[in-house]
């Protein structure tokens, strides 16, 4: 029997709950596949075709979320966007992805930064974004400031006229931060240094780059090893506990001799050590 019934489904219910990764590329083409998709290999493996690439398109970030959790996508102007997981279109392993452009209404120039997994609730309201520039600014703002966010975005951190967002990271309140620069120095300290901020509030210093740039961050909570990679491939794994907490503003302590022979530093994470 067919009888007429207010609908009470919504698009999200019909959508498969489930363990998805999401890239984006540096020339800003985004995708989600599942997690399955990818097999583990050995050390030194030539790894599976994980997208499809223009000659000058190199993968810039990637994620693991549930496809309904808020993906909050960060750029390097300072605004913040939001969309759920399974707004990003599924495709193959070797696709390339759509322009971000057809999915957030972004300006020209602007590039995605940093990619958040938000998992709405009430525990949000205790946790904290915290942003890092490319010259060494932080900022740390109450999670409440991005609980609504419109089609257009929101400012999420004024920005100095030379200046762009490197990146953003969910913290609780009382994290570590590690911040390291393209000559090879790092600097860890106390969130509770920075004190929360509004969201047009401009930042204070937290890492002195002493004329390089800001090239990673990382928070204790991602893991007890530091994990450094040089332009050359050259990489290295450091215990935390070897960084000395100081002060923000500081210019840090040496975490990868820079030579000829390996290259500026690069990238800079934290990692448990039994990642892949």
């Known amino acids: 029997e067919i009888v007429e019934a207010a609908s009470d489904i919504d698009d999200a219910d019909l959508i498969p709950v489930e363990e998805c990764m999401i890239a984006i590329t540096t020339n800003g083409y985004i995708k989600r596949t599942s997690v399955d998709t990818y097999k583990i290999q050995n050390r030194g493996g030539k790894g599976v075709k994980g997208m499809t690439l223009n000659s000058d398109d190199i993968i810039d970030q990637a ?111 009382h994290d570590e931060i590690i911040i390291g620069g393209s000559n090879g120095k790092a600097i860890r300290f106390n969130e509770d240094d920075v004190r929360p901020m509004g969201r047009n509030a401009a930042g ?3 890492f002195n780059t002493d004329g390089s740039v800001v090239v990673g961050m990382a928070t204790d909570k991602m893991g007890g090893y530091i994990l450094s990679v040089t332009e050359k491939g050259y990489g290295k794994k450091t215990a935390l506990e070897e960084y000395r907490m100081t002060k923000r503003g500081a210019k840090g302590v040496s975490t990868v001799n820079i030579t000829d022979k390996n290259g500026p530093l690069m990238c800079l994470r934290a990692v448990y050590g039994d990642e892949d």
């Open 63 to 173: 994620i693991t979320m549930s496809s309904h959790d808020d993906l909050l996508l960060f750029t390097n102007f300072g605004k913040v966007y939001r969309i759920k997981g399974f707004n990003v279109p599924a495709a193959s392993r070797i696709s390339k992805g759509i322009p971000v452009v057809n999915l957030l209404n972004m300006s020209p120039n602007e590039k995605v930064r940093a990619l958040v997994d938000v998992v709405p609730g009430p525990e949000l309201e205790d946790k904290f974004m915290f942003f890092v520039t490319k010259s060494g600014l932080v900022k740390r703002v109450p999670m409440g400031e991005f609980l609504s966010i419109r089609q257009s975005g929101k400012i999420a951190i004024s920005l100095r006229e030379d200046d762009e967002l490197f990146g953003a990271q969910l913290t609780n309140g």
């Open 204 to 206: 204070v210093k937290g």
